[in-house]
């Protein structure tokens, strides 16, 4: 049993890891049996994998089986709301609660981030440092739920989107909060990533629309 378990962990990472990075689109029936296959296990832990993708939004029920989610414009707005409520308080308690160890993670992944030049690594190290910053509030609860609402957001980060002008001036925004935390300055923390992420919300939402202009 202990086998099949860690067969089922291993099998949810990579599932995961092949959604958020595209080579598992949006709307793609997932099959039990031919990812077994693919994976070398048995039908057992693909299907304890899926159901913790289910559990994490990635995954919905179809009426061929499960499936790849595809957001909608509204669902974009709807996770965006949420996750700007919680992380606006995370950023908070992150000022309140801030160690040496946390400060250096945040100044390494942004400093990694300003030197970067590819623009798949930049939004990479843009989303690793809101999870570093969502592991300094110090609060397993609110952490858990903005890495479940991160990885819905994941599934609609296209190219396009990754390379609008617009989000240049990201790394502006995180030496901002960087510096609010580092000074222990909750409301400013808060309100400076509350801003910065209503502004990447509607980056989001403009390339969704293109997209669907597009497609129309």
Do not use: F
């Amino acid at each position: 049993m202990a086998g099949q378990a860690g067969a089922g962990e291993a099998q949810y990472l990579v599932l995961r890891d092949e959604i958020v990075g595209g080579a598992l689109p949006s709307g793609t029936t997932l099959l039990e049996t031919a990812l077994a296959a693919r994976l070398g296990v048995g039908r057992a832990p693909v299907r304890e994998a899926i159901l913790r993708l289910e559990c994490d939004g990635l995954v919905v029920r179809g009426s061929r089986g499960p499936q790849v989610r595809t957001l909608t414009a509204t669902e974009v707005v709807e996770i965006y709301q949420a996750r700007i409520a919680l992380e606006a308080e995370a950023a908070a308690s992150a000022a309140a609660h801030r160690s040496a160890l946390d400060l250096a993670r945040l100044r390494h992944v942004h400093e990694e981030a300003r030197q970067a030049t590819d623009p798949d690594q930049i939004r990479m190290l843009h989303g690793r440092w809101h999870s570093v910053l969502r592991q300094a509030c110090h609060n397993p609860t609110i952490t858990g739920i903005l890495e479940r609402l991160a990885l819905q957001l994941a599934l609609y980060d296209s190219v396009d989107m990754s390379r609008n002008p617009n989000l240049d001036s990201s790394d502006d925004e995180h030496t901002a909060v960087l510096d609010a935390i580092t000074a222990g300055d909750q409301d400013t923390a808060r309100s400076l990533l509350r801003t910065h992420l209503e502004r990447t919300r509607d980056v989001r939402i403009a390339a969704l629309v293109r997209e669907e202009t597009t497609a129309g």
